[in-house]
T-cell receptor, first 110, second 116 residues
Framework: DGGITQSPKYLFRKEGQNVTLSCEQN?????MYWYRQDPGQGLRLIYY???????QKGDIAEGYSVSREKKESFPLTVTSAQKNPTAFYLC?????????FGQGTRLTVV | AQSVTQLGSHVSVSEGALVLLRCNYS??????LFWYVQYPNQGLQLLLK??????LVKGINGFEAEFKKSETSFHLTKPSAHMSDAAEYFC??????????????FGQGTTLQVKP
C-alpha cells in the first residue's frame, strides 16, 4: 500500500539532545512537509521541500533542520536550540489537490 | 495572505443531531479548500475538498461542505451525528507556490463532541 510512514511513534528527548524524526513516502510525490501540532494551535508549518536537494523554512523553523537527499525521505532534526520541542509532529506529502499525512511522532522532553 | 478561521474550538451535539462546523477563509486568489479529521494520536484524514468544480462537495462518512465565495466560507455539515464522529476537525486552504504544489494553511481546529 502506498503511504507515508513516520517513525518512531513516540520519542523522548533529554535536555540539550538532538533527535531525528523519520518520514518516508512511497507515493512518488515531489512535495513533502513537516508540521508541528500543539493543543489549540492547529498545525504550524516547520519546513517544506518541493524537490530533492531543496527545502524552505516554514513559519516556525527555528531550532529545526531538515534534509532531502532522496525523493522518498524527508527527515526532521529537532536540535537543542528548540527550547520547547514537546509536541506532536506530522509529516505530509502532496499533489496539487490533496495532502497525505503520516501517523505522527509524539516527542516529549524528559 | 491566505488564512483560515474556524469558529468555535469546541462543538457539542447530541447523537442524531445536525453537525455544523464553521470555516471562513481569506485568499486573494481562488482557493482550494479542504476539511480533515483527526482521531487521537493519529494523522489527518481527508474528509473532502473543493478544487473549483462543484460548490457543494460531498465527502466520506456522510459529510459535505458548500463553498460560498460571497461569504468566504466553507462550512462542514452532516445531517445526523454518530458517536464515531467525535474527533478534531481541521479546515485548510491551499497556498500555491511555484509549480503545481503549494502549502496548506490550517485553521486552529474544532473538537466535536457527540453526546449519547
Amino acid at each position: 500500500d502506498g503511504g507515508i510512514t513516520q517513525s518512531p511513534k513516540y520519542l523522548f528527548r533529554k535536555e540539550g539532545q538532538n533527535v531525528t524524526l523519520s518520514c518516508e513516502q512511497n507515493l512518488n510525490h515531489d512535495a513533502m512537509y513537516w508540521y508541528r501540532q500543539d493543543p489549540g494551535q492547529g498545525l504550524r508549518l516547520i519546513y517544506y521541500s518541493q524537490i530533492v536537494n531543496d527545502f524552505q523554512k516554514g513559519d516556525i523553523a527555528e531550532g529545526y533542520s531538515v534534509s532531502r537527499e532522496k525523493k522518498e525521505s524527508f527527515p526532521l532534526t529537532v536540535t537543542s536550540a528548540q527550547k520547547n520541542p514537546t509536541a506532536f509532529y506530522l509529516c505530509a506529502s502532496r499533489t496539487a489537490t490533496e495532502a497525505f499525512f503520516g501517523q505522527g511522532t509524539r516527542l516529549t522532553v524528559v | 495572505a491566505q488564512s483560515v478561521t474556524q469558529l468555535g474550538s469546541h462543538v457539542s451535539v447530541s447523537e442524531g443531531a445536525l453537525v455544523l462546523l464553521r470555516c471562513n477563509y481569506s485568499s486573494s486568489v481562488p482557493p482550494y479548500l479542504f476539511w480533515y479529521v483527526q482521531y487521537p494520536n493519529q494523522g489527518l484524514q481527508l474528509l473532502l475538498k473543493y478544487t473549483s468544480a462543484a460548490t457543494l462537495v460531498k465527502g466520506i462518512n456522510g459529510f459535505e461542505a458548500e463553498f460560498k465565495k460571497s461569504e468566504t466560507s466553507f462550512h462542514l455539515t452532516k445531517p445526523s451525528a454518530h458517536m464515531s464522529d467525535a474527533a478534531e476537525y481541521f479546515c485548510a486552504v491551499s497556498v500555491f507556490l511555484s509549480g503545481n504544489t503549494g502549502k496548506l494553511i490550517f485553521g486552529q481546529g474544532t473538537t466535536l463532541q457527540v453526546k449519547p
